[in-house]
């Protein structure tokens, strides 16, 4: 039963997709509209998306870049480098926060907290230095260290792997990246 | 802790399943469009459309012109690319317009159209559009749409910032996307950029008679990346306004290394200073190799011209020419509302959208308002120049054209969507997506005082799925949405030709009974035009022949040519002799390494043709002009190379035959 709910996400955006490409083959005079996430396509590398999409560890992750309506946004062109939470991070978080993120009132904080996972470029591995920001979507920086044994962390956050997409870079950290506090 | 996550999971996945349906539907026709777009597109067969659309190719290097609403594409203007299609680059009249300081060069990237203003209006007399590689300014004459002027532009690395126009066209700008080393020595490390790179300005005066251009001057300005820009107007008229990224002043991987900064710069530039200073000989004039081209309507010809001197006004040496206002970014685009009181800076990887007002600007130069200076230059205080912010207007936004009435339409990139907002509260009002990435976006009259408003076009960037696919090189597209109601509402796809970056529209009626028809035979002062049959005629000079030739329906004079001989130099001069509407004629020889031509009632052009083997060679009209089209032929004798084949053409000779 667990499983089924937490592949639920995965199966409605597969789903649709579908929807999407089927209205264009058998209506010819109804207009078709759906963003990028909904292209079919099975050749190309996988996009910043499809990557979280095809991850075990990042269901929550998913389903916050739906509730937060980034899924097409990300499906672009980009470049993007995406540090990306586990499901583990996200649990590590005090309780109730995620829930109250994806309720609909929430949504810019839930976007503004999504955004500062996001840069706009693609930073590689071999480019990361030691002590470099980057200002992330939401305007924000972020701060890469990398330790004398070449392990790479995020303001303090553990970056567990990489994984190069189409559009981009993913990062899969350990810690949800919360931004600074505006006063 | 687990059995919160579980519940947390749990309502995730719950919520996406509702989010999903809801994404779901809404993205399904219904949402799209309502049930009568057909008919706001729909021109009847016979019936003309509202607007003329001038859509930039982008890497093919020519101007494209579709109808709105129909989206039906009417002509393909080539201005920086040869088109072998008309001759267009390859008939002897036409290759001096693609003359440059660096030789012919066949090919550029057009990337924006502008089209001529009066007290900021369209007035419909011409199109000016820039090469974005081997910088230069092209103009149209709307009247014949066709390339009639190409000036290059010295000290620029890549015409990018261009060409935007102030208010009554007095000028074109161009900024220079790259900066470059100036001066007289340019062979320095890459790594030196700080020191020796610098930026230009060019300001091109437009004759306000015959539209003819020339550098009036250039301002020499710090070593960053100038994106795009737009003019003042009523108030502001005599300001110009310039996005610059790269303030970092980064020389490689700027994906990285000039994204650094928080904020970069939009630069106003205070023209009507910059004149006073021209005007006092402050002007420095600096040697600098250009070429300008213009095409002559009477004798059907260009001309290059080379110059060889620009006058410069260095601005770190004026001050008050030029202020800093500080935007986030990497603007991209920066765009001046219809009332030239608010400027929109567009960040490209900003989540916020800085709204500048042009009297804050004026009141914080008087108050020196500065937060510091860029290498002498005054940097205004961001909140002493800021009207205020759109908050989260989307991602990636790039470009803003407004309507009638009060209301901006910016394009975001990354998000994928036309947002509409108000230009005073700053509230965002509509938002629609595009299929997909869209880059330039375009409302009729949008740049103007007055916009025509109706419609805005979406230029995008990708199509992937969006019509038939054509392996792995896809169209770009054009989509249209009406702006009439509260709701942008999509109306059309229609694809496009290259890569559709800026456009511009305009109602044709302003220039639709303007458009020549023929050109007059008695006006043709072509040298080697054959005003008549009688005229027609074949000439040696050395290894050089002139055959003067005439089309008209439906044979070519002459159509029997002897006495040619392997290596000569043949010019095929050929006068279309029909005072008739839409009878051109054309002209193509076997074996021709150019193109063929295309040759409109009333003119001259002109084939080379080197023949390299004996034999005959047979030449046709290749446009369809008249029942015996087919007929309209001829054959060239070529005789091996010192032959004594005399000289001699005809038409209608048939040799005593019966």
């Given at each position: 039963m667990k499983k089924l709910i937490l592949y639920l996400p995965l199966l409605?955006?597969?789903?649709?997709?579908?929807?999407?490409?089927?209205?264009?083959?058998?209506?010819?005079?109804?207009?078709?509209?759906?963003?990028?996430?909904?292209?079919?396509?099975?050749?190309?590398?996988?996009?910043?998306?499809?990557?979280a999409v095809n991850s075990n560890v990042h269901k929550t992750l998913v389903a916050a870049l739906q509730a937060a309506d980034y899924v097409d946004a990300l499906s672009n062109a980009g470049p993007f480098t995406v540090f990306a939470p586990?499901?583990?991070?996200?649990?590590?978080?005090?309780?109730?926060?995620?829930?109250?993120?994806?309720?609909?009132?929430?949504?810019?904080?839930?976007?503004?907290?999504?955004?500062?996972?996001?840069?706009?470029?693609?930073?590689?591995?071999?480019?990361?230095?030691?002590?470099?920001?980057?200002?992330?979507?939401?305007?924000?920086?972020?701060?890469?260290?990398v330790s004398a044994d070449g392990k790479i962390t995020i303001n303090g956050a553990n970056v567990l792997g990489s994984v190069s997409a189409s559009n981009g870079t993913v990062y899969v950290i350990d810690t949800v990246l919360l931004p600074p506090d505006k006063k | 802790m687990k059995n919160i996550?579980?519940?947390?999971?749990?309502?995730?996945?719950?919520?996406?399943?509702?989010?999903?349906?809801?994404?779901?539907?809404?993205?399904?026709?219904?949402?799209?469009?309502?049930?009568?777009?057909?008919?706001?597109?729909?021109?009847?067969?016979?019936?003309?459309?509202?607007?003329?659309?001038?859509?930039?190719?982008?890497?093919?290097?020519?101007?494209?012109?579709?109808?709105?609403?129909?989206?039906?594409?009417?002509?393909?203007?080539?201005?920086?690319?040869?088109?072998?299609?008309?001759?267009?680059?390859?008939?002897?009249?036409?290759?001096?317009?693609?003359?440059?300081?660096?030789?012919?060069?066949?090919?550029?990237?057009?990337?924006?159209?502008?089209?001529?203003?009066?007290?900021?209006?369209?007035?419909?007399?011409?199109?000016?559009?820039?090469?974005?590689?081997?910088?230069?300014?092209?103009?149209?004459?709307?009247?014949?749409f066709r390339t009639v002027e190409i000036i290059e532009l010295p000290n620029s690395g890549g015409n990018h910032s261009s060409p935007f126009i102030t208010e009554n066209t007095e000028y074109v700008v161009a900024g220079t996307r790259?900066?470059?080393?100036?001066?007289?020595?340019?062979?320095?490390?890459?790594?030196?950029?700080?020191?020796?790179?610098?930026?230009?300005?060019?300001?091109?005066?437009v004759n306000p008679e015959t539209g003819r251009m020339n550098i009036e001057f250039q301002l020499r300005t710090p070593g960053f990346n100038y994106d795009l820009s737009r003019a003042g107007k009523g108030p502001s008229h005599g300001w110009f306004f310039f996005s610059c990224y790269n303030t970092e002043q980064a020389h490689t991987l700027l994906e990285v290394n000039a994204s650094r900064n928080d904020k970069d710069f939009i630069m106003a530039v205070n023209w009507k200073k910059a004149e006073e200073y021209l005007a006092q000989g402050k002007g420095r004039k600096e040697k600098a190799q250009y070429a300008h081209n213009v095409y002559d309507e009477r004798t059907h010809t260009a001309t290059s011209t080379m110059m060889n001197e620009v006058t410069v006004l260095d601005v770190m040496e004026f001050p008050d020419i030029v202020y800093f206002i500080p935007c986030p970014k990497s603007p991209h685009g920066c765009d001046v509302d219809p009332s030239g009181e608010f400027i929109v800076g567009s960040g490209k990887l900003a989540a916020v959208m800085p709204v500048?007002?042009?009297?804050?600007?004026?009141?914080?130069?008087?108050?020196?308002?500065?937060?510091?200076?860029?290498?002498?230059?005054?940097?205004?205080?961001?909140e002493s120049a800021l009207h205020g912010e759109v908050k989260k207007p989307g991602l990636g936004p790039l470009h803003t054209e407004f309507d009638a009435n009060g209301n901006a339409y910016t394009s975001f990139f990354v998000s994928s969507e036309i947002v509409k907002w108000n230009v005073k509260t700053l509230e965002v009002l509509d938002r629609v997506p595009t299929y997909y990435s869209i880059g330039h976006l375009c409302v009729p009259g949008g740049p103007t005082a007055k916009p025509h408003g109706k419609y805005v076009i979406a230029y995008n960037k990708i199509?992937?799925?969006?019509?038939?696919?054509?392996?792995?090189?896809?169209?770009?597209?054009?989509?249209?949405?009406?702006?009439?109601?509260?709701?942008?509402?999509?109306?059309?796809?229609?694809?496009?030709?290259?890569?559709?970056?800026?456009?511009?529209?305009?109602?044709?009626?302003?220039?639709?009974?303007?458009?020549?028809?023929?050109?007059?035979?008695?006006?043709?002062?072509?040298?080697?035009?054959?005003?008549?049959?009688?005229?027609?005629?074949?000439?040696?000079?050395?290894?050089?022949?002139?055959?003067?030739?005439?089309?008209?329906?439906?044979?070519?004079?002459?159509?029997?040519?002897?006495?040619?001989?392997?290596?000569?130099?043949?010019?095929?001069?050929?006068?279309?002799?029909?005072?008739?509407?839409?009878?051109?004629?054309?002209?193509?020889?076997?074996?021709?390494?150019?193109?063929?031509?295309?040759?409109?009632?009333?003119?001259?052009?002109?084939?080379?043709?080197?023949?390299?083997?004996?034999?005959?060679?047979?030449?046709?009209?290749?446009?369809?002009?008249?029942?015996?089209?087919?007929?309209?032929?001829?054959?060239?004798?070529?005789?091996?190379?010192?032959?004594?084949?005399?000289?001699?053409?005809?038409?209608?000779?048939?040799?005593?035959?019966?």
């Open positions: 409605l955006l597969l789903a649709c997709g579908q929807q999407a490409s089927d209205n264009s083959a058998v209506t010819a005079s109804a207009p078709v509209g759906g963003g990028q996430s909904n292209v079919k396509d099975d050749t190309s590398k996988p996009d910043v998306v499809r990557v586990t499901d583990d991070a996200f649990a590590k978080l005090p309780a109730s926060t995620v829930e109250n993120l994806v309720k609909p009132e929430n949504k810019a904080t839930l976007q503004h907290i999504l955004e500062y996972h996001v840069y706009v470029g693609n930073i590689r591995e071999e480019q990361i230095r030691d002590g470099m920001t980057l200002n992330q979507v939401n305007l924000d920086n972020v701060t890469l260290n | 996550l579980n519940r947390i999971i749990l309502m995730l996945g719950l919520l996406s399943v509702l989010y999903a349906m809801e994404s779901c539907k809404p993205k399904g026709p219904a949402a799209v469009t309502t049930g009568d777009a057909a008919s706001k597109v729909y021109v009847a067969p016979g019936q003309y459309d509202e607007f003329y659309n001038f859509v930039s190719g982008g890497f093919n290097g020519q101007m494209a012109v579709y109808g709105l609403p129909s989206g039906r594409l009417f002509r393909n203007i080539p201005v920086f690319s040869v088109n072998p299609e008309s001759g267009y680059g390859y008939s002897e009249e036409t290759k001096p317009m693609l003359n440059t300081s660096h030789g012919f060069i066949p090919w550029d990237d057009l990337h924006h159209p502008a089209l001529s203003t009066t007290k900021g209006e369209h007035d419909g007399r011409w199109l000016f559009g820039n090469a974005n590689n081997t910088p230069r300014v092209g103009r149209i004459d709307l009247t014949t790259f900066s470059v080393p100036m001066g007289e020595n340019r062979d320095v490390p890459i790594s030196s950029y700080k020191e020796n790179f610098k930026g230009s300005i060019s300001f091109i005066k500048f007002s042009f009297g804050k600007i004026q009141t914080a130069i008087t108050n020196k308002d500065f937060e510091g200076d860029f290498g002498g230059i005054p940097v205004i205080k961001y199509t992937k799925d969006r019509y038939l696919p054509t392996g792995p090189e896809l169209t770009q597209s054009a989509q249209l949405y009406s702006i009439d109601g509260d709701k942008m509402q999509l109306l059309l796809d229609f694809p496009t030709i290259g890569e559709p970056h800026y456009a511009e529209a305009l109602p044709a009626s302003l220039i639709k009974d303007k458009s020549v028809k023929i050109y007059k035979i008695e006006e043709n002062e072509h040298p080697f035009a054959a005003k008549g049959e009688k005229m027609a005629r074949v000439e040696r000079k050395g290894n050089e022949v002139h055959v003067y030739m005439t089309a008209i329906r439906s044979h070519l004079t002459p159509d029997n040519i002897e006495g040619v001989r392997v290596g000569d130099d043949v010019y095929f001069h050929v006068t279309n002799l029909e005072q008739d509407w839409d009878v051109p004629h054309g002209f193509a020889i076997k074996g021709a390494t150019n193109a063929e031509i295309l040759i409109m009632p009333g003119e001259t052009q002109t084939l080379k043709y080197k023949p390299l083997k004996a034999g005959v060679i047979p030449f046709y009209c290749t446009d369809f002009c008249s029942a015996l089209h087919q007929e309209m032929s001829g054959y060239l004798r070529v005789s091996p190379a010192g032959s004594n084949t005399p000289l001699k053409f005809s038409t209608g000779d048939t040799g005593g035959q019966k």
